[in-house]
């Protein structure tokens, strides 16, 4: 069961706190998520996940450029470079005494996040979990990192508001952004003995490796749709239904060149002829690329989209291109019945795919 919801605004981080940008951000969405839940119960099984890809990446370029110019480093710099910071601040500040993880797994963080925390309630160790993912990947490095590998947008400068365009035929790469998401994640049985307002559940997760293929090529990566249909498919077997149940898809839809018309040659592949029945979105037109972010920013999308009956429009598009003919929600949010939400992640360089699925509560309840 998701409940709680929210990325943490700019003005909430202090300029002055010795902690790591990354990790303000993490505690600031963290808060909010635990104060939407309303928690009422002991802390001793209440588990903490956190999906970062870079972990604090400025930090670790503030260092190198401190010893470059013989300056002294603080002695906290070790801990506040620390990819697991940000899991140990959150638990420490609210008490958290349940098991703790980090995972980093590049972009599907987020997505990896949220399985391992459904893992651990059906395997009874946690009664709940604060999971999400944290990024602040806006550093010189890594942008010009991204550069090189002409993964970024280039024509919309001076408009960077419509650069984010998935499924358009304009565009032209990724947008980089940054943020955090957290939600709590409750046993069914739980949630219902406390009266829990529930947004959705997540009912089914799945990650899937590719296995033997060339090493990375930036500029020509395999289009392989298979890996990533066998992923969708683990995850809606595992939340137990079929393709024909889906109300909605909540894509990767990154801007990419590349894996825009894999992901829509893959969701041809899996719901077949009546592919275009299902309305599809994708919320990086409007966020940005955010890294591991941004599966936790779809969970709480899908949650929230369930909950309220509106899928989300995908903004910035002005001719889809022909390979990623799909039934793209533009313009204006659907208002709609949503049962079964499927996402998608597909992690850099398409080595590995995620996907999960979110269901509104059955009609008699919350259910497992």
């Not at 958290?96 to 997505?111: E, H, K």
């Not at 829509?264 to 592919?275: E, K, S, Y």
């Not at 940005?288 to 009956?309: D, E, K």
Request: glycine letters at 10%; aromatic letters at 6%.
């Amino acid at each position: 069961m998701v409940a709680a919801v929210s990325d943490p605004p700019a003005q909430a981080l202090d300029g002055a706190n010795p902690l790591p940008r990354g990790v303000q951000l993490a505690l600031h969405a963290a808060r909010l998520a635990w104060a939407d839940a309303g928690w009422d119960g002991p802390h001793d099984r209440v588990a903490v996940v956190v999906g970062t890809g870079l972990g604090n990446l400025d930090v670790v370029e503030d260092a190198h450029l401190r010893l470059v110019n013989s300056q002294r480093l603080s002695a906290a710099t070790g801990f506040r470079a620390f990819a697991h910071a940000a899991a140990c601040e959150i638990a420490c500040e609210l008490d958290l005494r349940g098991p703790i993880q980090t995972v980093t797994s590049g972009c599907n963080s987020g997505a990896d996040a949220l399985g391992l925390a459904l893992d651990w309630l059906r395997l009874g160790r946690a009664d709940a979990v604060l999971v999400g993912g944290t990024e602040a990947e806006l550093t010189a490095g890594f942008l010009g990192a991204m550069s090189a590998a002409r993964a970024l947008s280039r024509s919309h400068n001076d408009a960077p508001e419509e650069a984010s365009r998935p499924f358009d035929i304009d565009r032209d790469g990724n947008v980089p952004g940054e943020g955090a998401g957290f939600l709590v994640v409750e046993h069914p049985d739980r949630a219902r003995a406390r009266h829990a307002r529930v947004y959705a559940r997540l009912s089914g997760f799945a990650n899937q490796a590719v296995g033997k293929r060339p090493s990375y090529n930036p500029f020509a990566p395999p289009l392989d749709i298979a890996p990533m249909v066998r992923t969708m498919r683990a995850a809606l077997d595992d939340s137990g239904i079929t393709p024909e149940e889906v109300s909605t898809v909540s894509a990767n839809g990154s801007s990419s060149v590349f894996y825009d018309p894999l992901e829509a040659a893959a969701i041809w592949a899996l719901f077949g002829a009546d592919t275009l029945c299902y309305p599809v979105h994708s919320i990086k037109s409007m966020l940005g690329q955010t890294g591991a972010v941004t599966p936790a920013l779809q969970a709480i999308s899908a949650a929230l989209t369930i909950h309220h009956g509106l899928i989300p429009p995908t903004i910035n598009i002005g001719r889809i291109e022909p390979r990623c003919a799909l039934n793209v929600v533009q313009g204006q949010a659907l208002r709609v019945e949503v049962r079964h939400l499927l996402a998608n992640a597909i992690g850099f360089g398409g080595y590995y795919y995620a996907a999960a699925v979110y269901s509104a509560e059955p009609p008699g309840g919350i259910s497992d």
